[in-house]
């Protein structure tokens, strides 16, 4: 019987990569949206067709992410000796579902609110995505209120995500964070476990 492939203490290049870009991708939906003149932006505005293209490529990088998260050996969770140890990781869990839920709940009901009146959506000046249901004035309200509320969540989420990053960057300094960074000192080592692919 074949040994068990060596947990990794890092994430794959790959992996780390996706997530840099979508970090900055998100920060970029955000900031433009916050330059709309009065909150809102025609069609033809340049910001809008830069935010609904970066924001497609989020949901692209998303579906990505969780792809090579499901086929590529990751790291393991911290060891939960304590009772708050493994509260912890538990949130962390829960923080990254939502985290995943929201990357494809915005950008979907960004491009449906578009599409939703018959029109495509421009990605980057280099091709048109056509819609892919009828218009529809219903689907047009859904996905204008789940999009428009939706940016509190993307707040919230994010904001506890980074909140636990440095938590363990600059308060437990337990080395969690290096497993992103590339080229960081893996100090001290993480416990090791057997390799097995799958979403946290």
Not at 37 to 53: I, M
Not at 119 to 126: I, Y
């Amino acid at each position: 019987m074949p040994a068990l492939a060596p947990t990794p203490r890092r994430y794959p290049v790959a992996m780390m990569v996706i997530h840099w870009l979508t970090a900055a991708s998100i920060a970029t939906v955000v900031v433009l949206a916050w330059l709309f003149p009065g909150g809102k932006a025609n069609d033809s505005s340049v910001l809008l067709l830069v935010h609904r293209s970066v924001g497609l490529t989020i949901l692209a990088l998303t579906v990505l992410r969780l792809v090579l998260r499901g086929t590529l050996p990751v790291p393991a969770e911290p060891d939960a000796a304590s009772r708050l140890q493994k509260l912890e990781n538990f949130a962390a869990r829960i923080v990254h579902f939502l985290l995943y839920v929201i990357l494809i709940a915005m950008p979907v009901s960004g491009f449906l609110w578009t599409t939703s009146r018959g029109t495509p959506v421009d990605v980057f000046g280099l091709f048109s995505i056509p819609p892919l249901l009828p218009a529809s004035d219903a689907v047009h309200s859904v996905a204008r209120a789940i999009h428009s509320t939706g940016q509190f969540a993307v707040y919230a989420v994010v904001a506890l995500h980074v909140a636990a990053a440095l938590f363990h960057l600059v308060v437990r300094r337990d080395g969690v964070m290096d497993r992103m960074l590339p080229g960081a000192q893996l100090t001290p080592p993480l416990p090791a476990a057997a390799a097995r692919p799958g979403v946290r």
